[in-house]
């Protein structure tokens, strides 16, 4: 069994064929699914999706990605949603990554703002955190640093150099792997450092669809293609990667 421990199921990219989309993952392979959410409102869809199901395969996550700075989100609405449902706080993070054609984000200050009351979220509510990091390793290290003590959790969407995978090994975290591997020089030199334990599969549905479907809409389906790439990378069977990255998704999440 497979787990997509991130995919925005709750996006509107998926509204014609949700429930197509899961059973087409199921026959793939992949049973569950961590629902992150990335607004205030994002995170309300993904809590009531997963409440829809009496138990799972779909599992929820509630918070605010750094761009959500631009709307002044009160992290106290966050908390309003905590139920036996919500596994894990975030997507939060910082990304100093900006591209042509997005809008304007919130200034660095805002942004460790931001991250930094949900990562005091995470702690009080004894969830692990998903964490989204965008050219900005070394200031995510410094908030993290700044703690009493370390959430669980994980890097999602790993892109980050060796030592960076260091880093994130000496304070416990676990490293999202997501379609990029596929065509990532980068990935392709850091993976192979990451031990087999400490990685998650993802597909960040509907973005970063893997090789050969890239320009296309990302699905869950797609984990067994990570899945491969990754047995490629790391020189191991397949098989391995599934049950380890299960595993290791079932002790983070505790799903």
């Excluded at 429930?19 to 993952?25: F, S």
């Amino acid at each position: 069994m497979f787990i997509d421990t991130h995919c925005h199921l709750t996006f509107p990219e998926f509204d014609e064929d949700r429930a197509t989309i899961i059973c087409n993952a199921k026959k793939a392979g992949v049973k569950q699914f961590v629902i992150p959410g990335a607004s205030i409102e994002s995170s309300r869809k993904a809590v009531s999706f997963v409440q829809s199901f009496k138990a799972g395969p779909c599992f929820a996550s509630v918070g605010c990605h750094p761009y959500e700075t631009k709307n002044f989100p009160d992290v106290r609405q966050l908390e309003k949603m905590i139920d036996g449902n919500v596994i894990a706080i975030g997507e939060c993070g910082l990304d100093y990554h900006a591209y042509k054609g997005f809008p304007a984000i919130g200034k660095k200050e805002e942004q460790k703002q931001l991250f930094e009351e949900q990562l005091r979220l995470a702690q009080k509510h004894h969830l692990p955190v998903i964490i989204h990091c965008r050219e900005a390793y070394h200031e995510i290290f410094d908030v993290l640093d700044r703690l009493p003590s370390l959430p669980q959790g994980v890097f999602h969407c790993f892109s980050g150099g060796p030592d960076d995978v260091r880093h994130v090994l000496r304070r416990g975290f676990f490293f999202g792997i997501d379609g990029n591997v596929t065509y990532s020089k980068q990935l392709a030199l850091t993976v192979p450092l990451i031990p087999l334990s400490k990685l998650l599969l993802e597909t960040d549905a509907p973005y970063l669809p893997p090789v050969p479907h890239r320009g296309k809409r990302c699905e869950p389906k797609y984990i067994p293609l990570i899945a491969k790439k990754i047995a490629e990378l790391k020189n191991c069977n397949v098989k391995n990667v599934e049950e380890q990255t299960t595993k290791n998704a079932q002790k983070l999440f505790g799903i």
